[in-house]
Each structure stands twice: as structure tokens, then as C-alpha cells.
């Protein structure tokens, strides 16, 4: 059974730091794109940042650029969400997600790409 577990949410005050990370389970997820997206409430859930199978490619949502960075280490089946400066419309449930392809391509923005999701963790950012 796969599993990605979350973790690292929490209350931060704006100009802050987080970093998010994701452990996968029950699958080697070496050749997949890996995905962060957050859903804040009333609004749709929105794509953040993804990662191709190297970590060479990555992507971003204008709005994160320069602030968040994210980063895999294989051997840990981890993922993480370095998030700098944060501000309050950042707040928001993060949720990790892999596309389960295995297919080395070019690392995904559309949630409907993504096989596999975690639960969400919380970040909120207080102004």
C-alpha cells in the first residue's frame, strides 16, 4: 500500500520559515515527478511546486518563486518544501503528491497527474 505522510506544518508569523516534508512508502518512487499543491479554505486546491525524477527540473508557482524550494533525497523516499518569507496567503493545508508513472518526464502542474496524495498538513501564517 502506498502511503505519503506529511509533516512539518504549524502557525509561523509572516516573514517566517517552514520546511515540509514527505516520506513515501510502499513503492520506490525514484523515476516520479513529485508535487506540492495547497488547498486553502474556500478556494481550489492550486499547484505550488514539483520536482522531475533527478531533482534537476523543478517548477514553481510565480507567486513562491524566490521564497519556497523544492528538494528530494532518494534514499530517504523524501521530498521536502523549504517555504521562506512566509506570508499570510500562504496559509493553507499543503498536500505532497507523486504521479506513480515512473516515466522521467517533465514534472507535472495539473493535480490530475498525480496517482498518489498524502493527507495534507496545516500551514498558517499569522500577519
Known amino acids: 500500500q502506498v502511503q505519503l505522510v506529511e509533516s512539518g506544518g504549524g502557525l509561523v508569523q509572516a516573514g517566517g520559515s517552514l520546511r515540509l516534508s514527505c516520506v513515501v512508502s510502499?513503492?520506490?518512487?525514484?523515476?516520479?515527478?513529485m508535487g506540492w499543491f495547497r488547498q486553502a479554505p474556500g478556494k481550489e486546491r492550486e499547484f505550488v511546486a514539483a520536482i522531475d525524477w533527478s531533482g534537476v527540473t523543478t517548477d514553481y508557482l510565480d507567486s513562491v518563486k524566490g521564497r519556497f524550494t523544492i528538494s528530494r533525497d532518494v534514499a530517504k523516499n523524501t521530498v521536502y518544501l523549504q517555504m521562506n518569507s512566509l506570508k499570510p496567503e500562504d496559509t493553507a493545508v499543503y498536500y505532497c503528491a507523486a504521479d506513480g508513472r515512473s516515466s522521467k518526464r517533465y514534472p507535472p502542474r495539473t493535480s490530475n497527474e498525480y496517482i498518489y496524495w498524502g493527507q495534507g498538513t496545516q500551514v498558517t501564517v499569522s500577519s
Open positions: 510502499g513503492r520506490t518512487f525514484s523515476w516520479d515527478a
